[in-house]
């Protein structure tokens, strides 16, 4: 993880030193620091690596020198890159994360590979893009996205707490990927929404259940705002969608995949967030909620 730095440079180093956290490169307009965040040779599997955000965490994990399971359904191209970019740090592997056997497998290989997993990222999902309102929304739809966001991620947990029954340790790290569709809600994608809801309850309960596998293990979510990756690609083509979401946002932004990675690499550190669990992150630039109406959709004839 890198900060760049104008002043105060000495406080901080004090700081760091203090903590153990530990340092340094200098370039020429400025000064990097690398914080040692203790993910060297942790075992991190990642679904959806093949995707914008499991991507971006993928290689934040490995400049970390971690060792990385790097999931993806359909697309192996990304992965591949991986592959050739860190040697022998990388094991790819593809699974339909709607099928358990597949899972399951999945787990097994990558524990045959790389051992006992520490850190498992539940990133993968999909997000039907048509706005489409419950009253028309096939049953069909409405399985699939379940089936993939929410089915997937217990099956990844239950595969992943199995792991860290076999192998006893010390430390473990779950960190799951919401939404703000699951703080706020979203009209046209309840099926969405509600699976990201659901991985606060999963959050909340499994918090409580790590710790009898891993007695300082630790489960966190993170709930990104519009992100820019393939999954958003299409709406944040759309100008006047952009506007209408950045009025609720105070930092008028939307979010990298690297916004989303940094977050999810400092909870995975126990060395910085070795005290955090249990919560719900939001990385979405300050953002308050969803605008619903234009003003023209407002009749101030009907305030009584
Ligand atoms: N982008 C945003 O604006 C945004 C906002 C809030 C939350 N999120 C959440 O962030 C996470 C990552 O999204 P992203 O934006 O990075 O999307 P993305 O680029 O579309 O990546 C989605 C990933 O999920 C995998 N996946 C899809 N269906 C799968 C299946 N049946 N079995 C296994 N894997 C499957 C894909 O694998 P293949 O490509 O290999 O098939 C891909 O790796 C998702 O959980 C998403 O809900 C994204």
């Not at 060792?67 to 094991?91: C, D, I, M, P, Q």
């Not at 097994?108 to 929304?137: C, K, Q, Y």
């Not at 299409?234 to 995949?257: C, F, G, H, M, N």
Request: aromatic share 8%; hydrophobic share 45%.
């Amino acid at each position: 993880m890198f900060f760049t730095l104008e002043r105060d440079f000495i406080s901080l180093i004090h700081a760091l030193h203090h903590q153990n956290i530990q340092m340094i490169t200098k370039i020429d307009n400025g000064t990097v620091i690398r914080m040692n965040l203790g993910l060297d040779g942790k075992h991190v599997l990642i679904t959806g690596a093949s995707g914008g955000i499991g991507l971006a965490t993928a290689r934040l994990f490995l400049e970390e020198d971690a060792k990385v399971t790097a999931h993806y359904n359909t697309n192996s191209k990304t992965v591949e890159e991986l592959k050739e970019l860190h040697s022998g740090r990388v094991f790819g592997i593809k699974a339909d994360l709607r099928d358990a056997s597949q899972v399951e497998a999945m787990f097994r290989r990558s524990m045959d590979h790389f051992g006992r997993i520490d850190v498992l990222v539940v990133n993968a999902g999909v997000w039907p893009e048509n706005d489409t309102f419950v009253a028309d929304m096939s049953l069909k739809q409405w399985e699939n996205t379940l089936a993939i966001n929410l089915t997937g991620a217990f099956l990844c947990c239950k595969y992943f707490f199995q792991n860290l029954r076999e192998h006893q340790g010390e430390h473990a790290s779950v960190i799951f990927v919401g939404s703000t569709a699951g703080v706020f809600g979203e009209a046209g994608h309840c099926d969405y929404s509600a699976t990201k809801a659901a991985m606060k309850g999963l959050t909340l309960s499994l918090k409580n259940e790590i710790v009898h596998f891993a007695r300082k293990g630790r489960v966190n979510l993170v709930n990104p705002g519009w992100t820019i990756t393939p999954m958003a690609e299409t709406s944040l083509s759309d100008e006047q969608l952009v506007k209408r979401v950045l009025q609720t946002i105070p930092l008028r932004k939307v979010a990298t995949a690297e916004d989303i990675a940094n977050i999810i690499v400092f909870l995975a550190s126990d060395k910085v967030a070795g005290h955090i669990s249990g919560q719900s992150i939001t990385v979405a630039g300050g953002m308050e909620g969803r605008v619903l109406f234009t003003p023209e959709q407002i009749d101030l004839s009907e305030i009584k």
